[in-house]
Antibody, heavy 121, light 107 residues
């Protein structure tokens, strides 16, 4: 059974870089069938797609965040990661990682449980 | 960017009633639309994909319809566990967006 688990600091200072990792179990991150994505949700608000990556390292990002986002993959650890630079309070959110099976059901499913990141000094 | 507008923002119904949730896209997304359910403290769960296909394990009381710019999620007879927030989501031209959500609450 595929599971995803986000991990990383729960508190980041303004202007610093937010770094999160998603560990995948029950499937290979190197599968040619999957893309992997990050989505966030500010407290009490809606969902925002951040970006996605293929096992080869090919990425595509939300244009509104593109200048500050880097998503990378580590196939040896079956993980992919998110870096968001120059954070502000507006980046406070629950951050989710998710899989997209582009061959069968090309939508985000399943999702990790999410991790809350607060930006504050 | 394709904007998804959901209506109503809040829907108050009783168990056993029929729920109809709407999602309108600012431009055509063909059938590239999904619906998610989110309960407090949980990650979103995929309900419907490609506008009308139920995801694995989703009860038959959930159905989706529409294409182009207008989409509907219907819950035929509400169960207590259906009260949650519902989001529509589109994927088009390698850019993904979500609607702002409809909160389905118990009347």
């Amino acid at each position: 059974q595929l599971q995803l688990q986000e991990s990383g600091p729960g508190l980041v200072k303004p202007s610093e870089t937010l770094s999160l990792t998603c560990t995948v179990s029950g499937a290979s991150i190197s599968s040619t069938s999957y893309y992997w994505g990050w989505i966030r949700q500010p407290p009490g608000k809606g969902l925002e797609w951040i970006g996605s990556i293929y096992y080869s390292g090919s990425t595509y990002y939300n244009p509104s965040l593109k200048s500050r986002v880097t998503i990378s993959v580590d196939t040896s650890k079956n993980q992919f990661s998110l870096e968001l630079s120059s954070v502000t309070a507006a980046d406070t959110a629950v951050y989710y990682c998710a899989r997209r099976d582009w061959q069968l059901v090309p939508w985000f499913d399943p999702w990790g449980q999410g991790t809350l990141v607060t930006v504050s000094s | 960017e394709i904007v998804l507008t959901q209506s109503p923002a809040t829907l108050s119904l009783s168990p056993g009633e029929r729920a109809t949730l709407s999602c309108r896209a600012s431009q055509s997304v063909s059938s590239y639309l999904a619906w998610y359910q989110q309960k407090p403290g949980q990650a979103p769960r995929l309900l419907i994909y490609d506008a009308s296909n139920r995801a694995t394990g989703i009860p038959a009381r959930f159905s989706g319809s529409g294409s182009g710019t207008d989409f509907t999620l219907t819950i035929s007879s509400l169960e207590p566990e259906d009260f949650a927030v519902y989001y529509c989501h589109q994927r088009s031209n390698w850019m993904y967006t979500f609607g702002q959500g409809t909160r389905l609450e118990i009347k």
